[in-house]
């Protein structure tokens, strides 16, 4: 009996270990993503999060303009251009504008127009099925009050959308 409970102590020892080490190991694991990148990384299937990252923005009343799908743009391309190495299993951007905050950010400054239209990206690696990173390039708040306002306001619609499609709860 008393033998037992040491093994199972060890055991309970080494999974706390384990729980402990997990979120490392994860965070080692996510794609790098290059500086301004807001991203979110999930384990959900990527049709379930492509899904949600499209009904995120259709339910706020927005219109897609196109879909991007990059990942099979790389896959038919990559002969033309000498590689076999497959980058993604899947991989899609989408882009779209909101009039409001489009008109509030290009009233501010007409060279805001650079920032249009607004792009949020779903993807996942070969190497890692059933991980997917959602996420936007995080707009520059730059120029007058008014323009930093308005693009604040932009990123945070965006910030919105890839939580939401990533399966995070939404503050209202």
């Given at each position: 009996?008393?033998?037992?409970?040491?093994?199972?102590?060890?055991?309970?020892?080494?999974?706390?270990?384990?729980?402990?080490?997990?979120?490392?190991?994860?965070?080692?694991?996510?794609?790098?993503?290059?500086?301004?990148?807001?991203?979110?990384?999930?384990?959900?299937?990527?049709?379930?999060?492509?899904?949600?990252?499209?009904?995120?923005?259709?339910?706020?009343?927005?219109?897609?303009?196109?879909?991007?799908?990059?990942?099979?743009?790389?896959?038919?391309?990559?002969?033309d251009v000498g590689s076999d190495k497959v980058v993604f299993a899947?991989?899609?951007?989408?882009?779209?504008?909101?009039a409001r905050l489009s008109r509030a950010a290009m009233e501010a400054?007409?060279?805001?127009?650079?920032?249009?239209?607004?792009?949020?990206?779903?993807f996942e690696t070969p190497d890692a099925p059933g991980r997917v990173?959602?996420?936007?390039?995080?707009?520059?708040?730059?120029?007058?009050?008014?323009?930093?306002?308005?693009?604040?306001?932009?990123?945070?619609?965006?910030?919105?959308?890839?939580?939401?499609?990533?399966?995070?709860?939404?503050?209202?």
């Open positions: 009996m008393r033998k037992e409970a040491g093994r199972w102590m060890r055991q309970v020892a080494f999974s706390g270990v384990l729980c402990a080490l997990a979120p490392a190991a994860f965070a080692q694991s996510a794609p790098e993503l290059p500086e301004g990148v807001v991203s979110h990384t999930v384990e959900r299937p990527y049709d379930d999060v492509r899904f949600d990252m499209e009904n995120a923005i259709i339910n706020r009343g927005l219109v897609i303009d196109h879909v991007s799908h990059i990942g099979e743009m790389l896959a038919r391309t990559g002969a899947n991989a899609d951007a989408m882009m779209f504008c909101s400054s007409a060279g805001n127009i650079a920032f249009c239209p607004y792009v949020v990206f779903a990173t959602v996420g936007f390039r995080k707009l520059e708040e730059t120029g007058s009050d008014a323009s930093r306002k308005a693009l604040a306001d932009v990123n945070a619609l965006l910030s919105e959308i890839v939580a939401e499609a990533a399966g995070e709860e939404r503050e209202m």
